[in-house]
């Protein structure tokens, strides 16, 4: 975990990296183009002008950038390509007639891969100067990512920036913001900007519940803010599956269940954290894998319980 590799998002039209789209959002139902969201993290909302709402759809609006009380969606473009499977020793589909063909030669199938020129941002996270040149160096020879690479997929340029020498308790993800400490019995929110593996202290299996851990890491009790009533979610997580690939052993991670990212959990401090504890978290990460992006946090990203939503510029 001396070296984090964060997660590469994409970026909006002014070049500025997007970040997971909270789940604690809603519009109201029906709208195709909505011009308000809301956040339930924020203000309870179950009706507007008598219309229900709903999460916001995490398919087409997977990424956002926030500025202020103005919120604007970015997704990746995808293409579904349509393939005929091969035969390794000859190249092509064939009749089953030794023990290295298969017996799914010529079958259909379909890659749902990452449209071609889309730009993505991420970060790598160093404790020291002399990583820093390491890795620009080896950075800058990735030619492919991902499989396929032989039928013409996953080709990609990358570019390293200067390496920046951020103060730690100045430097955080969300761009625009900054951190501050929180006073006992104030309330806050805490986003996930990447997936979360963690493990229950007592258990040891894989859970959804921050607190102890969170509050662990922040040397400070927190407990979870609860709703006027018993249907008003405060917090509002989703689990999934995660995986993943070890090179060393040949051989694929044991699949876990971790946060999704864009989960929102809201706490109220029982304590004050300081602001170089809450640095100190936003900076290390949370949980398992952190060397790989997981456990990436943002406290009080959100400020405002009704967004407008508007388009990317273009500039």
């Avoid at 604690?24 to 909302?45: H, M, R, W």
């Avoid at 309330?187 to 509050?215: A, C, K, Y």
Wanted: charged content about 25%; overall charge negative.
């Amino acid at each position: 975990g001396r070296t984090r590799y964060l997660n590469a998002y994409p970026v909006d039209p002014e070049g500025i990296r997007t970040l997971p789209t909270p789940h604690s959002l809603f519009l109201v139902k029906g709208e195709e183009a909505p011009n308000t969201i809301y956040d339930f993290a924020l203000q309870a909302v179950h009706e507007v002008n008598g219309e229900k709402v709903q999460f916001v759809a995490a398919r087409e609006r997977s990424f956002c950038q926030l500025n202020d009380d103005e919120i604007h969606f970015i997704s990746p473009q995808r293409r579904v390509n349509v393939h005929t499977q091969r035969n390794r020793v000859k190249g092509r589909a064939a009749k089953k007639a030794t023990e290295t063909d298969t017996e799914n030669d010529g079958s259909v199938f379909q890659y749902d891969s990452l449209e071609k020129d889309q730009t993505f941002f991420g970060w790598v996270l160093v404790e020291g100067d002399e990583d820093a040149e390491r890795l620009t160096s080896l950075l800058q020879r990735i030619r492919h990512f991902g499989g396929s690479s032989n039928s013409g997929y996953g080709r990609v340029l990358v570019e390293v920036d200067a390496p920046m020498d951020v103060a730690q308790k100045h430097w955080r993800e969300p761009v625009g913001s900054r951190i501050n400490g929180i006073d006992a019995g104030n309330t806050f929110i805490v986003t996930l900007l990447s997936d979360m593996l963690i493990r229950h202290p007592e258990t040891g299996n894989h859970t959804w519940d921050v607190q102890l851990v969170l509050q662990k890491s922040l040397g400070a009790a927190i407990e979870y803010v609860q709703g006027a009533k018993a249907d008003d979610q405060r917090s509002i997580w989703r689990i999934e599956e995660v995986g993943g690939f070890n090179r060393t052993w040949g051989l694929p991670l044991t699949q876990a269940q971790a946060i999704a990212a864009g989960s929102v959990f809201v706490f109220q401090a029982k304590e004050a954290i300081s602001q170089e504890a809450v640095a100190a978290v936003e900076w290390l990460g949370i949980g398992e894998r952190r060397a790989e992006g997981f456990g990436r946090v943002a406290f009080n990203w959100q400020q405002e319980p009704e967004l407008t939503v508007i388009e990317p510029s273009k500039n």
